[in-house]
Every structure is written in C-alpha cells, then in structure tokens.
C-alpha cells in the first residue's frame, strides 16, 4: 500500500532564504506524486506533478521538486522564498484504481521577515 | 475553464442536528469527485468518492453519507451530527479524461459542531 511521510511538520524560514521541504513515499506500483499548497482557510493548489520524464519537475511560484526513485523521495524546493509563501504544504501520492491521492500531514511553512 | 463551488463556507451547527454540504463542478463533464476531511494536525483523510451518478464508495466508516444526483453535483449529508465530525470538508475532482490526473479541490467548508 501507497503512503507518505512529511518528515517536518514545522519549518521556519527567513524571507529570501532556500528552503526545502521533505516527503518520502512508499509504494509498490508506478508512482505519481504531487505537491499542493494551503493558504489559511483555502482549499488546496496544486504546485506540481510528477508523472514520468524528467525527475526535475518546476511548479507554479517558483518552487520545483526532485524525484528520486532510489531515496523513495520527492523534496520540494524554493532557493528564495517570500512572505507569501508562508502556508501548509502537502504531499500526495496516487494510489487505488479511481485516482484517490494520499496525503502526508503536511508542512507549515512559516516565512518571517 | 473548470470550477469547482463549495458551499457554505461556514457553519456552526449543534450536536445533533442534521447536515447537507453541496460541491458543485462547472466546466466539465463525468468527473470523479471525492470528499476529504482535514482535521487539526491530521491531514487529509479521504471520505467518499465517485466515478459517476449514484455511484459512491466510502473509504471509512463513519457518521457520515454521500450521494451524486447529478453528474456534477456532489453532497455530504448526516441525519445526526457528532462532536468528532468538526473539521475542514473539502470536495474536489479530478478528469477522467487520460490517466493519473490530478484533483482541483474546492475553498472548503469549515464545520464546527456545539
């Protein structure tokens, strides 16, 4: 069975700062994996998409992420990050026969100046 | 271009009562819906999700009911709200066109139950 790790459930960061956020996967099938965004009281934005190809996937906002089979990883990563990147992040995999997604406890990102 | 509507954002309701949360997708046709549960420092939990009309498959037992009378109408009914059902409902969908699509989720509705 599919799931995902969120390694960091916190991370503080200062304005035009890098910053990377973490998520580890496991599955036993083809992966697909996704990053999405919260704002406070939103619902979630889709960042970005791995679905084959290039292991290198660049997003909306500026933020891309890694694929990497043999870590079971896919970090996200901003290399200047602004204050209205301060959010929760999430990572998913897909999993099941319908599409569902599978989600970690998220990240939240808090941007200070 | 596809939306999806949420409705209400909000509400407050007692122990007790019932509940109707709708979701509404424009701009697309069949899609697969889904309702997910976020609560405090517990991610996303799936609910329910749909393939077509009439069609709902429940992911965890609960409080907790579906139904698609329209091919792009999604709701979330209870006949009796528990305290353990407050939380953050949010609907999406997703094509069913090609493979491995992603979902687009809706604002959500905050659900604080007293």
């Known amino acids: 069975a599919q799931s995902v790790t969120q390694l960091d459930s916190q991370v503080p960061v200062f304005e035009e700062a890098p910053v990377e956020l973490r998520c580890n996967y496991s599955?036993?099938?083809?992966?697909?994996l996704f990053w999405y965004v919260q704002y406070p009281n939103q619902g979630l934005q889709l960042l970005l998409k791995?679905?084959?190809?290039?292991?290198l996937v660049k997003g909306i906002n500026g933020f891309e992420a890694e694929f990497n089979k043999s870590q079971t990883s896919f970090h996200l990563r901003k290399p200047s990050v602004h204050i209205s990147d301060t959010a929760e992040y999430f990572c998913?995999?897909?999993?099941?026969?319908?599409?569902?997604?599978?989600f970690g406890k998220g990240t939240k990102l808090s941007v200070k100046p | 271009s596809q939306t999806i509507h949420q409705w209400p954002a909000t509400l407050v309701q007692p122990v007790g009562s019932p509940l109707s949360l709708e979701c509404t997708v424009e701009?697309?046709?069949?899609?697969?819906l889904y309702w997910y549960r976020q609560a405090a420092g517990r991610g996303l939990q799936l609910l329910f999700y749909?393939?077509?009309?009439?069609?709902i498959s429940s992911e965890v037992p609960q409080n907790l009911s579906a139904s698609r009378p329209q091919d792009r109408q999604f709701i979330l009914s209870s006949k009796k709200l528990l305290l353990s059902d407050s939380g953050f409902y949010l609907c999406?969908?997703?094509?069913?066109?090609?493979?491995?699509?992603?979902?687009?989720f809706g604002d959500g509705t905050r659900l604080s139950i007293l």
């Open positions: 749909s393939v077509g009309i009439g069609q």
């Open positions: 791995y679905l084959s190809g290039s292991t």
């Open positions: 701009g697309t046709s069949n899609p697969n």
């Open positions: 998913a995999v897909m999993g099941g026969s319908q599409g569902n997604l599978i």
């Open positions: 999406a969908w997703s094509s069913r066109v090609g493979s491995n699509q992603p979902q687009h």
């Open positions: 599955s036993s099938v083809s992966v697909y």
